[in-house]
């Protein structure tokens, strides 16, 4: 007797690990559940992707401003388009889930061309223009956030809560008791916070000597920022390791006892996944202010404090800084209120979803 082929289903994300690492954790529950899958990526998107094997496609935004950039975005896209038809009819998936922004259009479109049902998963508490048009595309939007704002009419939504890597909801409960060595970690998203680099060092030169000294920081930061902040660390005493980018980040929040972050989806999902408290300071520029939605999400769980960029220095966040590493009983609660907003099955219940949508071709209603 022939065993039952595995249902194979296409994922499609790219850009920044607000995309990516989401799709990761959706990939991670369909091999669980038995699937195969494909991973749609761009040249960014790739660089993200370790251990996973994946297909490389042109991307572009088509709300480029200037004539020049619009065509050329155009072109990517008309190529990509071309290119992700070519791979589903080869392979033939039975569904799709898109993680939203402009590398997964081309994908999309040619899943919508080529009649795959799909699912698009929104990470933010804003529905922003690209995820506007491609829920209007495929039909079916799974929503990281209650209350998610400007969603399409005539879309079947539900709720699934943000997906993370299951390494996340590993993670043991932060302690209450007091310890000598106080682990701080800096992250500002997989392209890094320009700002993070000069501000928070700064506000550590100002806390209390005796505190500084405790504390070791993991920072992650541009590339042409590694040398000053190792420079500048050296200077204030405190022993710090920097990268561009931390590909272990699971275990690097473990071993945290404060995390201060830019508030994109995916970060605030992992703080809360890990139990990890935050100072959470939005990107001012990203589109529709969702970080700020994403950051109030967390300090309405109890899981940390939204600071705008606008209104700090160093010398506030200093502050901020010293009174929660004060008081590690505090921060022991928060970490436990920030896991209470985590969705620990989110991603088993968008791969179940797609696998629905597989085997009844489309044809289903959201729960």
């Known amino acids: 007797m022939t065993a039952p082929s595995r249902p194979l289903i296409a994922l499609a994300a790219g850009g920044t690990g607000g995309h990516v690492f989401p799709a990761v954790a959706v990939a991670e529950a369909l091999a669980r559940r038995g699937a195969d ?32 950039r619009k065509v050329r975005a155009a072109l990517q896209l008309g190529a990509g388009v071309v290119m992700a038809l070519a791979m589903l009819r080869r392979r033939r998936p039975a569904a799709m889930v898109g993680f939203g922004g402009y590398p997964s259009f081309a994908p999309m479109l040619a899943a919508r061309l080529t009649g795959i049902p799909a699912v698009l998963h929104e990470q933010n508490a804003h529905l922003g223009r690209a995820n506007h048009l491609l829920a209007r595309w495929c039909g079916h939007l799974a929503l990281s956030w209650k209350g998610t704002r400007n969603l399409p009419d005539k879309v079947m939504h539900f709720v699934s ?10 993670i043991d409960e932060l302690p209450d008791a007091d310890r000598e060595a106080l682990e701080l970690t800096i ?6 916070a320009a700002v993070f680099a000069t501000m928070v060092p700064d506000a550590l030169a100002q806390v209390d000597p ?10 992650q930061c541009r590339a042409e920022q590694v040398d000053m902040l190792q420079a500048r660390y050296r200077e204030i005493g405190i022993d710090a390791e ?11 929040f473990a071993k945290s006892d404060l995390v201060i972050s830019r508030a994109g989806a995916s970060s605030v999902a992992e703080l809360a996944a890990s139990g990890r408290p ?10 529709d202010d969702h970080q700020t939605a994403n950051a109030r999400q967390l300090e309405a769980a109890g899981g940390g404090i939204c600071l705008a960029e606008a209104e700090l220095d160093a010398a506030a966040l200093a502050a901020r800084i010293t009174t929660f590493l004060s008081d590690l009983p505090t921060l022991a609660a928060m970490g436990r209120g920030g896991r209470g907003l985590a969705a620990a099955d989110a991603a088993d219940t968008i791969a179940g979803y797609a696998l629905d949508l597989a085997a009844s071709g489309g044809s289903r209603s959201a729960r």
């Open 37 to 68: 899958t494909m991973m749609m990526t761009d040249r960014r998107g790739a660089r993200l992707l370790t251990g996973t094997s994946f297909s490389v496609l042109p991307a572009g935004s088509p709300f480029q401003r200037g004539l020049i």
């Open 278 to 287: 935050a100072i959470l300071i939005p990107f001012a520029g990203a589109m």
């Open 187 to 192: 992250v500002g998203g997989s392209l890094g």
């Open 210 to 219: 005796a505190l500084r000294t405790r504390l070791r920081v993991t920072q």
């Open 161 to 170: 809560g943000m997906p993370v890597r299951a390494a996340f909801l590993e």
């Open 242 to 252: 920097i990268r561009t980018f931390f590909d272990d980040m699971p275990d690097r």
